[in-house]
């Protein structure tokens, strides 16, 4: 007698495929981009999703300048870092870092919502991010993804 026999597939380096991936954050909210971003790099929306596996593609995000934050965040979110030594604790504000250094803004929202594991650290690096329109990643051919069709 023959029976269906139902096996989980589960993908290792050797099976994923990876693609490179464009996004344009112009207009977009931050928080909402990093979170399609962070799912892109991870792979869940692919099929053949595996957790403990790099099986999402290469995100480069373009016009990194252009994202928007919405309400008070702009001038009320503070990120803070820390050099090490006593008293050397610093607060800047989302918007003297998107004036400064605006892709930093969306390489920190994005890693918040990766794993905090080694698996994170590789995944993010998988992530460009670059301020205007321009990026030199033509070489791998990435084709252009719409944010709004992710879910």
Known sequence: ???ISYKTVSANSATVTKEWVVVDAEGQVLGRLA???AKILRGK????YTPHV???DNVIVINAEKVILTG????DKEYVRHSGYPGG???QSAEDILKKYPERLVEKAVRGMLPKNRLGRELFRNLRVVIGENHDHEAQKPRVIDLNSIR
Do not use: A, R, Y
Not at 45 to 48: D, I
Not at 72 to 75: G, I, N, V
């Open 35 to 37: 979170s399609k971003v």
């Open 45 to 48: 929306n692919k099929p053949s």
């Open 72 to 75: 008070k965040k702009l001038t």
């Open 89 to 91: 604790q610093t607060f």
């Open 1 to 3: 007698m023959e029976t």
């Open 54 to 56: 790099d099986c999402g």
